[in-house]
Protein backbone atom coordinates (compact mmCIF):
# COMPACT_ATOMS: atom_id res chain seq x y z
CA UNK A 1 0.00 0.00 0.00
CA UNK A 2 3.09 2.35 1.02
CA UNK A 3 4.89 0.97 -2.00
CA UNK A 4 1.59 2.24 -4.33
CA UNK A 5 0.87 5.50 -2.46
CA UNK A 6 4.34 6.33 -3.36
CA UNK A 7 4.58 5.09 -6.76
CA UNK A 8 1.45 7.71 -7.25
CA UNK A 9 3.02 10.09 -5.99
CA UNK A 10 5.95 10.02 -8.19
CA UNK A 11 3.44 9.39 -11.49
CA UNK A 12 1.64 12.75 -9.85
CA UNK A 13 5.51 14.48 -9.70
CA UNK A 14 6.32 13.49 -12.96
CA UNK A 15 2.93 14.62 -14.70
CA UNK A 16 3.44 18.65 -12.73
CA UNK A 17 7.21 18.07 -14.22
CA UNK A 18 5.59 17.58 -17.73
CA UNK A 19 3.15 20.04 -17.44
CA UNK A 20 5.84 22.78 -16.28
CA UNK A 21 8.11 21.92 -19.10
CA UNK A 22 5.19 22.02 -21.74
CA UNK A 23 4.19 25.34 -20.21
CA UNK A 24 8.02 26.62 -20.81
CA UNK A 25 8.19 25.26 -24.26
CA UNK A 26 4.82 26.86 -24.98
CA UNK A 27 6.20 30.18 -23.61
CA UNK A 28 9.60 29.64 -25.28
CA UNK A 29 7.32 29.47 -28.81
CA UNK A 30 5.53 32.64 -28.03
CA UNK A 31 8.46 34.53 -27.17
CA UNK A 32 10.28 33.76 -29.80
CA UNK A 33 7.26 34.98 -32.07
CA UNK A 34 6.90 38.08 -29.57
CA UNK A 35 9.94 39.51 -30.48
CA UNK A 36 9.31 38.72 -34.16
CA UNK A 37 6.64 40.38 -34.35
CA UNK A 38 7.58 43.32 -32.73
CA UNK A 39 4.72 42.79 -29.66
CA UNK A 40 6.30 44.59 -27.05
CA UNK A 41 5.26 48.07 -26.05
CA UNK A 42 6.61 50.75 -23.14
CA UNK A 43 3.48 51.75 -20.66
CA UNK A 44 5.04 54.92 -18.52
CA UNK A 45 4.52 55.37 -15.04
CA UNK A 46 4.98 59.14 -14.10
CA UNK A 47 7.38 60.36 -11.53
CA UNK A 48 5.60 63.42 -9.32
CA UNK A 49 8.10 66.05 -7.64
CA UNK A 50 5.83 65.79 -4.52
CA UNK A 51 7.10 69.63 -3.52
CA UNK A 52 5.70 71.32 -6.49
CA UNK A 53 2.99 68.64 -7.74
CA UNK A 54 4.42 68.32 -11.17
CA UNK A 55 5.48 65.50 -13.81
CA UNK A 56 9.13 65.02 -13.45
CA UNK A 57 9.62 62.15 -15.85
CA UNK A 58 8.12 59.02 -16.70
CA UNK A 59 9.43 55.24 -15.73
CA UNK A 60 9.16 52.93 -18.58
CA UNK A 61 8.05 49.04 -18.45
CA UNK A 62 8.11 46.81 -20.85
CA UNK A 63 4.49 44.96 -21.40
CA UNK A 64 3.94 41.72 -24.04
CA UNK A 65 0.55 42.18 -25.97
CA UNK A 66 0.28 38.54 -27.46
CA UNK A 67 -1.48 37.19 -30.08
CA UNK A 68 -4.70 36.52 -27.48
CA UNK A 69 -4.49 39.91 -27.42
CA UNK A 70 -3.37 39.27 -23.68
CA UNK A 71 -0.79 42.06 -21.76
CA UNK A 72 1.70 40.37 -19.81
CA UNK A 73 3.78 41.85 -17.23
CA UNK A 74 7.47 41.70 -17.32
CA UNK A 75 7.45 38.69 -14.32
CA UNK A 76 6.03 36.41 -16.62
CA UNK A 77 8.66 37.04 -19.91
CA UNK A 78 11.93 39.15 -18.63
CA UNK A 79 13.84 36.46 -16.74
CA UNK A 80 13.28 33.63 -19.15
CA UNK A 81 13.58 36.27 -22.58
CA UNK A 82 17.13 36.65 -20.66
CA UNK A 83 17.89 32.74 -20.55
CA UNK A 84 16.79 32.12 -24.20
CA UNK A 85 18.81 35.19 -25.17
CA UNK A 86 16.23 37.56 -26.47
CA UNK A 87 16.74 40.21 -23.96
CA UNK A 88 18.31 42.09 -25.99
CA UNK A 89 15.88 42.20 -28.66
CA UNK A 90 13.32 43.37 -26.51
CA UNK A 91 15.43 45.63 -25.06
CA UNK A 92 16.10 47.11 -28.48
CA UNK A 93 11.78 47.49 -28.68
CA UNK A 94 11.56 49.08 -25.93
CA UNK A 95 14.16 51.88 -25.97
CA UNK A 96 12.87 52.38 -29.43
CA UNK A 97 9.32 52.88 -28.06
CA UNK A 98 10.64 54.81 -25.30
CA UNK A 99 12.21 57.27 -27.35
CA UNK A 100 9.00 57.70 -29.51
CA UNK A 101 6.83 58.36 -27.31
CA UNK A 102 8.80 61.53 -26.42
CA UNK A 103 7.24 63.49 -28.68
CA UNK A 104 3.45 62.82 -27.68
CA UNK A 105 4.84 63.11 -24.12
CA UNK A 106 6.53 66.61 -24.57
CA UNK A 107 3.55 67.67 -26.16
CA UNK A 108 1.08 67.03 -22.84
CA UNK A 109 3.61 67.01 -20.08
CA UNK A 110 6.37 69.49 -21.58
CA UNK A 111 9.95 68.94 -22.51
CA UNK A 112 11.86 68.96 -19.36
CA UNK A 113 11.30 65.59 -18.63
CA UNK A 114 13.31 62.75 -18.18
CA UNK A 115 12.46 58.57 -19.32
CA UNK A 116 13.83 55.77 -17.15
CA UNK A 117 14.55 52.67 -18.97
CA UNK A 118 15.04 49.26 -16.76
CA UNK A 119 18.24 47.34 -17.10
CA UNK A 120 18.48 43.80 -15.65
CA UNK A 121 21.70 42.28 -14.19
CA UNK A 122 22.22 39.97 -16.96
CA UNK A 123 22.08 42.84 -19.28
CA UNK A 124 24.45 45.12 -17.07
CA UNK A 125 27.19 42.46 -16.93
CA UNK A 126 26.73 42.20 -20.81
CA UNK A 127 29.78 44.60 -21.84
CA UNK A 128 28.19 43.65 -25.96
CA UNK A 129 24.98 44.81 -24.98
CA UNK A 130 25.75 47.74 -23.04
CA UNK A 131 28.12 48.86 -25.70
CA UNK A 132 24.95 48.30 -28.41
CA UNK A 133 22.87 50.22 -25.79
CA UNK A 134 25.00 53.18 -25.48
CA UNK A 135 25.26 53.34 -29.08
CA UNK A 136 21.47 53.33 -29.33
CA UNK A 137 20.78 55.86 -26.98
CA UNK A 138 23.39 58.13 -28.81
CA UNK A 139 22.34 57.35 -31.98
CA UNK A 140 18.80 58.51 -30.42
CA UNK A 141 19.86 61.89 -29.72
CA UNK A 142 18.04 61.84 -26.72
CA UNK A 143 20.73 60.69 -24.41
CA UNK A 144 20.32 63.43 -22.08
CA UNK A 145 16.82 62.72 -21.77
CA UNK A 146 17.16 59.45 -20.49
CA UNK A 147 17.91 57.26 -16.60
CA UNK A 148 19.26 54.22 -16.79
CA UNK A 149 17.98 51.89 -13.61
CA UNK A 150 20.00 49.20 -12.19
CA UNK A 151 19.74 46.89 -9.15
CA UNK A 152 21.89 47.10 -6.47
CA UNK A 153 23.25 43.26 -7.59
CA UNK A 154 23.54 44.35 -11.11
CA UNK A 155 26.21 47.36 -10.44
CA UNK A 156 28.23 44.91 -8.00
CA UNK A 157 28.51 42.44 -10.51
CA UNK A 158 28.68 43.90 -13.19
CA UNK A 159 33.10 45.46 -13.66
CA UNK A 160 32.13 46.28 -17.22
CA UNK A 161 29.50 48.71 -16.86
CA UNK A 162 31.26 50.41 -14.44
CA UNK A 163 34.45 50.57 -16.16
CA UNK A 164 33.44 50.89 -19.32
CA UNK A 165 30.11 51.96 -20.44
CA UNK A 166 29.44 53.96 -17.61
CA UNK A 167 31.68 57.06 -17.99
CA UNK A 168 30.07 56.53 -21.50
CA UNK A 169 26.88 56.78 -20.79
CA UNK A 170 28.05 59.74 -18.62
CA UNK A 171 29.55 61.67 -21.41
CA UNK A 172 26.35 61.63 -23.09
CA UNK A 173 24.24 63.16 -20.39
CA UNK A 174 22.32 59.63 -19.41
CA UNK A 175 22.00 59.50 -15.65
CA UNK A 176 22.07 56.33 -13.21
CA UNK A 177 19.71 55.41 -11.00
CA UNK A 178 20.07 52.51 -8.41
CA UNK A 179 17.04 50.64 -8.36
CA UNK A 180 14.99 48.69 -5.50
CA UNK A 181 17.28 50.10 -3.10
CA UNK A 182 17.97 48.30 -0.04
CA UNK A 183 16.54 44.42 -0.75
CA UNK A 184 19.81 43.33 -2.98
CA UNK A 185 22.34 41.73 -0.84
CA UNK A 186 24.82 44.21 -0.70
CA UNK A 187 23.06 47.40 -0.90
CA UNK A 188 26.58 49.97 0.46
CA UNK A 189 28.92 47.67 -1.57
CA UNK A 190 27.01 49.16 -4.23
CA UNK A 191 27.12 53.28 -3.49
CA UNK A 192 30.80 52.17 -2.85
CA UNK A 193 31.23 51.34 -6.21
CA UNK A 194 29.52 53.69 -7.97
CA UNK A 195 28.22 57.19 -8.95
CA UNK A 196 24.79 56.85 -9.66
CA UNK A 197 22.67 59.67 -9.73
CA UNK A 198 19.80 58.20 -7.84
CA UNK A 199 18.51 55.67 -5.38
CA UNK A 200 14.97 54.47 -5.92
CA UNK A 201 13.94 53.37 -2.71
CA UNK A 202 12.18 49.70 -2.63
CA UNK A 203 8.55 49.93 -2.50
CA UNK A 204 8.61 47.50 0.84
CA UNK A 205 10.07 50.41 2.86
CA UNK A 206 7.70 52.61 2.04
CA UNK A 207 4.86 50.41 2.60
CA UNK A 208 2.58 51.87 5.53
CA UNK A 209 5.41 53.64 6.75
CA UNK A 210 3.44 56.35 8.66
CA UNK A 211 3.05 53.41 11.05
CA UNK A 212 6.52 51.35 10.93
CA UNK A 213 9.30 53.15 12.97
CA UNK A 214 11.83 50.89 11.68
CA UNK A 215 10.84 51.55 8.00
CA UNK A 216 11.15 55.67 9.30
CA UNK A 217 14.24 54.92 10.27
CA UNK A 218 15.70 53.00 7.47
CA UNK A 219 14.37 56.08 5.00
CA UNK A 220 16.00 58.46 6.93
CA UNK A 221 19.59 56.48 7.04
CA UNK A 222 18.97 56.17 3.31
CA UNK A 223 18.17 59.79 2.80
CA UNK A 224 21.40 60.96 4.61
CA UNK A 225 23.72 58.55 2.53
CA UNK A 226 21.71 60.04 -1.00
CA UNK A 227 22.60 63.55 0.85
CA UNK A 228 26.18 63.06 1.70
CA UNK A 229 27.02 61.26 -1.70
CA UNK A 230 24.66 63.64 -3.78
CA UNK A 231 22.42 61.52 -5.34
CA UNK A 232 18.60 62.28 -5.13
CA UNK A 233 16.82 60.07 -3.35
CA UNK A 234 13.45 58.22 -5.05
CA UNK A 235 10.19 56.51 -3.38
CA UNK A 236 8.43 54.06 -5.34
CA UNK A 237 5.40 52.45 -4.36
CA UNK A 238 3.08 55.29 -3.17
CA UNK A 239 -0.39 53.83 -2.90
CA UNK A 240 -1.97 55.93 0.30
CA UNK A 241 -2.72 59.23 0.85
CA UNK A 242 -0.86 58.43 4.87
CA UNK A 243 2.51 57.58 2.81
CA UNK A 244 2.63 60.65 0.78
CA UNK A 245 1.85 62.52 4.03
CA UNK A 246 4.36 61.12 5.65
CA UNK A 247 6.99 61.59 2.81
CA UNK A 248 5.88 65.20 2.29
CA UNK A 249 5.45 66.36 6.78
CA UNK A 250 8.46 64.32 7.65
CA UNK A 251 11.14 63.51 5.13
CA UNK A 252 12.55 65.86 2.58
CA UNK A 253 12.22 63.39 -0.19
CA UNK A 254 11.12 65.13 -3.24
CA UNK A 255 10.35 62.29 -6.37
CA UNK A 256 7.87 59.39 -6.16
CA UNK A 257 5.75 57.14 -8.39
CA UNK A 258 2.95 55.31 -7.10
CA UNK A 259 -0.44 53.65 -8.14
CA UNK A 260 -1.15 56.95 -5.79
CA UNK A 261 -0.69 58.96 -8.87
CA UNK A 262 -1.19 56.85 -11.56
CA UNK A 263 -0.66 53.41 -12.42
CA UNK A 264 2.04 52.66 -15.71
CA UNK A 265 -0.33 53.41 -18.45
CA UNK A 266 0.39 53.36 -22.76
CA UNK A 267 1.53 56.14 -24.10
CA UNK A 268 -2.37 57.18 -25.36
CA UNK A 269 -3.96 56.97 -22.41
CA UNK A 270 -1.22 59.29 -19.96
CA UNK A 271 -1.65 62.21 -22.48
CA UNK A 272 -5.19 62.15 -21.55
CA UNK A 273 -4.80 62.71 -18.00
CA UNK A 274 -1.87 64.99 -18.31
CA UNK A 275 -4.10 68.08 -16.71
CA UNK A 276 -4.94 65.75 -13.78
CA UNK A 277 -1.42 65.26 -12.24
CA UNK A 278 -0.93 69.58 -11.45
CA UNK A 279 -3.95 70.12 -9.99
CA UNK A 280 -4.85 67.37 -7.15
CA UNK A 281 -2.89 66.05 -3.97
CA UNK A 282 -3.23 62.60 -4.85
CA UNK A 283 -5.17 60.53 -6.91
CA UNK A 284 -6.18 61.28 -10.39
CA UNK A 285 -8.95 61.85 -11.58
P1 LIG B 1 10.82 48.03 -11.12
O1 LIG B 1 11.77 48.62 -12.08
O2 LIG B 1 11.14 48.13 -9.68
O3 LIG B 1 9.41 48.68 -11.46
C1 LIG B 1 8.41 48.96 -10.51
C2 LIG B 1 7.31 47.94 -10.53
O4 LIG B 1 6.37 48.27 -9.50
C3 LIG B 1 6.50 47.93 -11.83
O5 LIG B 1 6.02 46.60 -12.05
C4 LIG B 1 5.34 48.86 -11.49
O6 LIG B 1 4.19 48.61 -12.27
C5 LIG B 1 5.10 48.50 -10.05
N1 LIG B 1 4.49 49.60 -9.30
C6 LIG B 1 4.51 50.92 -9.55
N2 LIG B 1 3.84 51.62 -8.61
C7 LIG B 1 3.40 50.71 -7.72
C8 LIG B 1 2.63 50.83 -6.51
O7 LIG B 1 2.23 51.90 -6.06
N3 LIG B 1 2.36 49.66 -5.85
C9 LIG B 1 2.80 48.44 -6.31
N4 LIG B 1 2.47 47.37 -5.60
N5 LIG B 1 3.52 48.31 -7.44
C10 LIG B 1 3.82 49.43 -8.14
P2 LIG B 1 6.15 45.89 -13.46
O8 LIG B 1 5.80 46.83 -14.56
O9 LIG B 1 5.40 44.60 -13.37
O10 LIG B 1 7.71 45.59 -13.58
C11 LIG B 1 8.32 44.69 -12.70
C12 LIG B 1 9.82 44.67 -12.88
O11 LIG B 1 10.19 44.19 -14.18
C13 LIG B 1 10.45 46.07 -12.81
O12 LIG B 1 10.61 46.45 -11.46
C14 LIG B 1 11.75 45.85 -13.55
O13 LIG B 1 12.73 45.30 -12.69
C15 LIG B 1 11.38 44.81 -14.58
N6 LIG B 1 11.20 45.45 -15.90
C16 LIG B 1 10.16 46.17 -16.39
N7 LIG B 1 10.40 46.60 -17.64
C17 LIG B 1 11.63 46.16 -17.98
C18 LIG B 1 12.46 46.29 -19.15
O14 LIG B 1 12.12 46.93 -20.16
N8 LIG B 1 13.69 45.67 -19.10
C19 LIG B 1 14.12 45.00 -17.99
N9 LIG B 1 15.32 44.42 -18.02
N10 LIG B 1 13.37 44.86 -16.89
C20 LIG B 1 12.14 45.43 -16.87
MG1 LIG C 1 12.69 50.33 -12.22
MG1 LIG D 1 12.01 49.50 -8.55
MG1 LIG E 1 10.92 46.50 -8.18
Known amino acids: RAKSAAKGTTAYFDDVMGMVAAARLEIEQQLRVAVRERQFRCVFQPKIDIRTMRVTGFEALARWTDC ?22 IATIIVADAIASFPALDNAFGSQT ?4 NVSARQASSPTFMTEFADRLAASGQSQRIILEVTEDAIVAAGPFQS ?21 YSSLSA ?11 DRSFILSIQDRPRSQS ?9 NTLGMSVVAEGVETEDELNYLLDQTSIQTVQGYLFSRPLFVNELVKLAGTFLTSRGKVA
Do not use: C, H
Open 218 to 226: ILKAIESLG
Open 114 to 117: RISI
Open 191 to 201: LADITADEIKV
Open 68 to 89: DGRVRNPSEFIEIAGELGLIND
Open 164 to 184: LVLPQLRRMGTKVSIDDFGTG
